[in-house]
């Protein structure tokens, strides 16, 4: 069992960025693939990036790549959401997952643990 904390949200003028933290408890985190949702008031969870175990491979959803970067510190249990060129659509709580199969999944049942979630609100 892993327990997520996410850290690093707030606000932001449009184009300017923010780095999320996700910070796992246990021994075990190097064991898990890990992945960023975010939810927009009154919209469904959705997929933002994931990253292998290993650091090695990752994915990005369409409407994020080139601007947000996915990385994770295996020896500081720790993944991490560059995100740059921020724009008023990016308004979301975001949310780091972990799940044990090493293997892309953009979809929200792949993961099994969750974090609170962090808010992001970036202004026009």
């Known amino acids: 069992q892993v327990q997520l904390v996410e850290s690093g949200g707030g606000l932001v003028q449009a184009g300017g960025s923010l780095r999320l933290s996700c910070a796992a408890s246990?021994?075990?985190?190097?064991?898990?693939?890990m992945g960023w949702f975010r939810q927009a008031p009154g919209k469904e969870r959705e997929f933002v990036a994931f990253?292998?175990?290993?650091?090695?491979?990752?994915a990005y959803a369409d409407s994020v790549k080139g601007r947000f970067t996915i990385s994770r510190d295996n020896a500081k249990n720790t993944v991490y959401l560059q995100m740059n060129s921020l724009k008023p659509e990016d308004t979301a709580v975001y949310y780091c997952?972990?799940?044990?199969?090493?293997?892309?999944?953009?979809?929200?049942?792949?993961?099994?643990?969750w974090g609170q979630g962090t808010q992001v609100t970036v202004s026009s």
């Open positions: 997952a972990a799940r044990t199969i090493d293997v892309p999944c953009t979809y929200v049942y792949c993961y099994t643990y």
């Open positions: 246990g021994r075990t985190f190097s064991s898990y693939a």
């Open positions: 990253i292998r175990r290993s650091g090695g491979s990752t």
